[in-house]
């Protein structure tokens, strides 16, 4: 079995009755907290796109999305760039070209270490002068022994492990955040849609809740 079929697979069994509660949930999420980074980015890319409930959502001029998987490109607006290809591999954008690089929930699913390293060269290789990356991701430090629930969790990540490896990489870490969403949107109940909301604008509930990190990082 291929590794995208495999992946499609995954996908579609984990995902499966929960894609428009996530897209709603995305929605707010690019609109209500993530749109101060990307008003201000003209070239954009949601590496690891999933389903594409970041890019589709975000508004820019110039927009590109990467992922395995090859049901992605259907899924994705119009305007959207689709890279199918292995994100530790060269890449075909045009280096210095992004303004942002968003990831969510997707470095842990890289095969191993040096395949993440590989990726993060690639990252920096990508964006402009001053160009940012925004990962989000389940930090191991938090969740302990919850953090392999999933069949595809391979690396293991905190933020500190993360920011490290971006230090590595001459990345200048603009903010970094141990807890910042809980878990995950697909083994818990749906919680009403101004709750998401209310969550954002309150970090002290961040402390409570949240189970992934947030870092902001910056090529100088």
Not at 44 to 62: M, R, T
Not at 193 to 212: A, D
Request: aromatic content about 12%; glycine content about 4%; hydrophobic content about 40%.
């Amino acid at each position: 079995m291929s590794e995208q079929i495999k992946l499609s697979q995954i996908y579609e069994k984990r995902f499966s009755g929960h894609e428009d509660y996530r897209n709603r949930v995305w929605k707010i999420l690019v609109t209500q907290f993530f749109a101060k980074w990307v008003k201000n980015s003209v070239h954009i890319l949601d590496l690891g796109c999933g389903y594409g409930e970041f890019i589709n959502h975000a508004s820019s001029q110039v927009k590109h999305a990467m992922d395995l998987n090859p049901k992605t490109k259907k899924l994705l607006n119009k305007d959207i760039t689709f890279h199918e290809q292995d994100c530790s591999e060269p890449w075909k954008i045009k280096a210095g070209s992004l303004d942002l690089v968003f990831t969510s929930n997707f470095f842990e699913h890289l095969p191993n270490k040096n395949s993440l390293d590989r990726t993060i060269s690639e990252i920096i290789k990508a964006l402009k002068p001053g160009g940012k990356l925004i990962a989000i991701g389940p930090n191991i430090s938090v969740l302990k022994g919850k953090y392999w629930d999933f069949w595809d969790h391979h690396v293991p990540l905190s933020e500190k492990s993360l920011c490290e490896l971006l230090e590595i990489h001459d990345f200048k870490i603009n903010q970094s955040h141990s807890t910042f969403l809980p878990y995950n949107m697909v083994r818990v109940k749906k919680r009403p849609l101004f709750l998401v909301s209310l969550y954002l604008r309150f970090p002290f509930l961040w402390k409570l809740f949240g189970k992934q990190f947030l870092i902001i990082a910056q090529k100088d």
